[in-house]
């Protein structure tokens, strides 16, 4: 069971260029999320999804674009990076969209360096 | 995230107990929960609980609720040196017709053999 696989593991960028953060889960789950992660700030929700179709803003969208064609994949777009967008992402999936008790399970985390 | 705020680092001796605080913001919040990131991992989750309960134990660990002042901490028995990471502690703050899970800054526990 892969659980929640995120592709690249690291992946450095000029300012400017445009790149697509890959997250799959093999679980089914209705709800997934990408998170940012930056020292002292803790995890920051990015944009989520509850479901096939539908996607909404979480605390920092500016800079991002997801899209939800299906259950599986949650892809992250950054159409123009930029060097505060350096971070660790994390893309996270929970069977429902109410959470609850639900946990979140999280992939292993994309490195990302704008230069 | 949000207002949801952790100290940053605390330092422990192998044997002695940790206790990791959390301030949150929400009081509709309906769950809170602890979880964990070992270095160059994801995050997993610990433990939650129900807000309207006071305490929680699940085996070395006990979560404590004070849902007046919105303070939340874990309690680590016996810490091990594999106890040694990063715990964030996170709301599920209600969002329109779903929820959203705010995380706190994270809490990096050192333990020393």
């Known amino acids: 069971n892969a659980g929640v696989t995120q592709t690249p593991k690291f992946q450095v960028l000029k300012t400017g260029q445009s790149m697509t953060l890959q997250c799959a889960q093999d679980?089914?789950?209705?709800?997934m999320s990408w998170y940012r992660q930056d020292p002292g700030m803790g995890l920051r929700l990015i944009h989520y999804s509850v479901g096939a179709g539908i996607t909404d803003q979480g605390e920092v969208p500016n800079g991002y674009n997801v899209s939800r064609s299906t259950t599986e994949d949650f892809p992250l777009r950054l159409l123009s990076a930029a060097p505060s967008q350096t971070s660790v992402y994390f893309c996270a999936s929970s069977y429902s969209a109410g959470l609850k008790r639900e946990k979140l399970f999280f992939g292993s985390g994309t490195q990302l360096s704008v230069l | 995230g949000e207002d949801v705020e952790q100290s940053l680092f605390l330092s422990v001796r192998e044997g002695d107990s940790s206790v990791i605080n959390c301030t949150y913001t929400d009081s509709s919040s309906t769950y809170l929960y602890w979880y964990k990131q070992e270095p160059g991992a994801g995050l997993q989750l610990l433990t939650y609980i129900f807000s309207n309960m006071d305490m929680k134990q699940d085996q070395r660990l006990t979560v404590l609720l004070n849902k007046k002042d919105k303070h939340l901490s874990l309690r680590i028995a016996d810490t091990q040196t594999g106890d040694s990471a990063i715990y964030f502690c996170a709301e599920n703050r209600p969002s329109g017709a779903t929820n959203k899970l705010i995380f706190g800054t994270g809490t990096l526990l050192a333990v020393q053999p």
């Open positions: 679980m089914n789950h209705e709800y």
